[in-house]
């Protein structure tokens, strides 16, 4: 279990930006990793309104049960480490861990992990720089017949990554 204040910015894209970030950034195709988002809410999207967003992550080699909750103009992210057998099963079930961190954590903003329902997948492509300044995160996500670019940087202090952030959006 890990809780972690995010500090993010993000900008989407279209594919020529993307593919050209991928070039600046001397991207390789071995550096380039699947993860499949499931997003769950309740009946009455009583996550939506706490403007929270609940995942279970499949990544090459693990999975992850991922909770964010406002914290402060940011995200706190609580999240409990999962097999990938199980996150699968819970997936296919249409389920959450029910205990661990997220299930506490849900339970304290009175949402009961049993009401908790799958809303819908996401497959991304994603590629990951870390630089002096922060992670850069380039993504090409797919669902249904849609798919969107997206860049993202994540930091550990606001003021300074809005700084580095904007020159960098103006710089490319």
Known sequence: MSEEIEIEFKNLLNEKEYQ???????????????????YFDTPDWDLKKLHAGLRIRLLPDSAELT??????????????SLSLMEAEKLISDGKI?????????????????????LLGTLKTTRFERQTSQGLFVLDKSYYGNEVDYELEF??????????????FLEKH
């Open 67 to 80: 909770l964010k909750t406002p914290f402060e103009n940011h995200l706190l992210e609580t999240t409990d």
């Open 154 to 167: 994540e930091v550990p202090d606001y003021s300074i990554g809005k700084i580095h952030f904007d020159n």
């Open 97 to 117: 861990k029910a205990d661990g961190a997220v299930g506490a954590k849900l339970k304290s903003l009175n949402i009961s992990p049993e009401r908790l329902r």
């Open 20 to 38: 050209t970030l991928l070039y600046s950034f001397n991207a390789t195709e071995n550096e380039l990793f699947t993860q499949i988002n499931s």
